[in-house]
């Protein structure tokens, strides 16, 4: 498992290297923009987590296959469900971003 674990990070090694960056990028900011750089954080923080989590997932999915008697079409219905609930988990974390991105923005009123 820990060989398969190893090959995910390592193929999404581009995405959390711009992740790293990222946080080190919010630490740097906390002062001047402590909400937008928590939320930076927290969803910064939850993408390797998902990324893990997803990655253990899909490891240990095809022994239930031998473990439950489950059929191949169940196993299929189960790798699409999680890959469903991947995108959703991945869908959460852009949107934090996203909520950074625009949160405590200054308004101003239109020039005329």
């Known amino acids: 498992m820990l060989r398969y ?3 995910t990070f390592l193929q999404r090694s581009p995405n959390l290297l711009v992740v790293v960056v990222g946080l080190l990028f919010a630490i740097v900011r906390w002062r001047r923009h402590p ?9 910064l ?8 989590a997803f990655a253990a997932i899909n490891y ?10 489950l059929s ?7 790798y699409i ?3 469903v609930l991947n995108d959703i988990g991945f869908s959460i974390v852009l949107l ?7 949160s405590k923005r200054q308004t101003t009123s239109p020039a005329i």
Request: zero cysteines.
């Open 96 to 102: 934090i971003l996203v909520i950074a991105a625009f």
């Open 35 to 43: 909400i937008v750089s928590s939320l930076t954080l927290v969803a």
């Open 72 to 78: 191949y079409a169940a196993i299929n219905n189960l």
């Open 81 to 83: 469900v999680f890959h």
């Open 60 to 69: 240990w999915l095809p022994s239930l296959h031998d473990s439950m008697n």
């Open 45 to 52: 923080v939850l993408y390797p987590i998902k990324l893990f």
């Open 5 to 7: 674990l190893l090959i």
